[in-house]
């Protein structure tokens, strides 16, 4: 799975500016790979160079392919994946700022329609490119991220519809979804009770498992699982970090109930995972 990519230090995310670029990266992704279902705390915008894939908000599937893309909200909850047979290739931007949700319902983006056709503009194709291209400016290279921003920002508003119709309304039983997903990404080193989260986002237990069941197929105990244990295979990466060190980190002060729960979910021990996936792992995909 070749990828490549960085993180921009000039400007921390939470910056109180109009526009802030955070990261972004360039990947050509093995066949079914996937990022979710979950949550993230800013904008990240994905173009596809080729291959496709599904992309799943709410209770919507869009299935995507080349010259497409789609745009991940805060605190919105997604899953996408890439094609069995003909994975995507895709180059993504992440950001934030005063403006950036103007910007993109200027460009007719939003939760409700995250999807968008390039219509034949090949500038899309290259703005990583580009990005990449200011990281090695020594002195200027904040700047020049900024004005890629922009650039990207203006070409989505120009290859907009002009004409398109805004989405349904506010869709509740996702937000409460949304929220108890927001919990367990903040809170999944801390003992978690079910019914406390529920009762923290003013649902009941059943009702809450009933959402997760419709929404995600699983319920909210099976998604904080595979959270944790997500977790877990990107603490994997630390060397200096020991088995027992990466259980207590993810909520289980027991290493061995930490290892069997990690085989039930991963296939194989920790140890063997780390053994033979720690050139693979990473912190953002």
């Not at 299935?63 to 899953?79: A, C, D, R």
């Not at 991220?145 to 119709?165: C, H, M, N």
């Not at 809450?208 to 099976?222: D, M, N, Y």
């Amino acid at each position: 799975m070749a990828r490549r990519g960085f993180q921009n230090s000039s400007h921390p995310l939470g910056s109180q500016i109009d526009l802030n670029f955070y990261y972004c990266g360039k990947q050509d992704c093995d066949a079914g790979h996937s990022w979710g279902p979950g949550i993230r705390d800013h904008y990240k915008f994905h173009y596809i160079h080729g291959g496709e894939g599904i992309l799943k908000m709410g209770d919507k599937t869009y299935h995507l392919t080349e010259g497409q893309g789609f745009v991940i909200f805060p605190h919105s909850l997604v899953y996408y994946k890439a094609d069995q047979h003909n994975p995507w290739i895709y180059s993504w931007v992440a950001f934030q700022g005063l403006q950036a949700e103007s910007y993109l319902e200027r460009a007719h983006l939003s939760t409700s329609r995250p999807v968008f056709e390039s219509a034949g503009n090949t500038w899309f194709e290259t703005f990583f490119d580009q990005l990449e291209e200011a990281r090695r400016s020594a002195r200027g290279g904040d700047l020049k991220y900024q004005s890629i921003l922009y650039r990207l920002l203006g070409e989505l508003i120009d290859s907009s519809a002009a004409d398109t119709k805004p989405g349904p309304a506010f869709n509740y039983k996702e937000s409460y979804v949304r929220k108890a997903i927001e919990f367990f990404e903040m809170n999944y080193s801390q003992k978690i009770s079910i019914s406390e989260v529920a009762d923290l986002i003013r649902v009941d237990r059943k009702y809450l498992a009933t959402l997760f069941k419709r929404t995600l197929g699983l319920s909210p105990q099976v998604f904080l699982l595979r959270l944790r244990m997500n977790k877990a295979c990107e603490l994997m990466a630390n060397g200096e970090l020991t088995i027992a060190d990466i259980s207590r980190s993810i909520g289980y002060n027991d290493p061995l109930l930490f290892s069997k729960m990690f085989k039930r979910v991963v296939g194989i021990s920790p140890r063997q995972y780390r053994e033979t996936h720690l050139t693979k792992v990473s912190l953002v995909k």
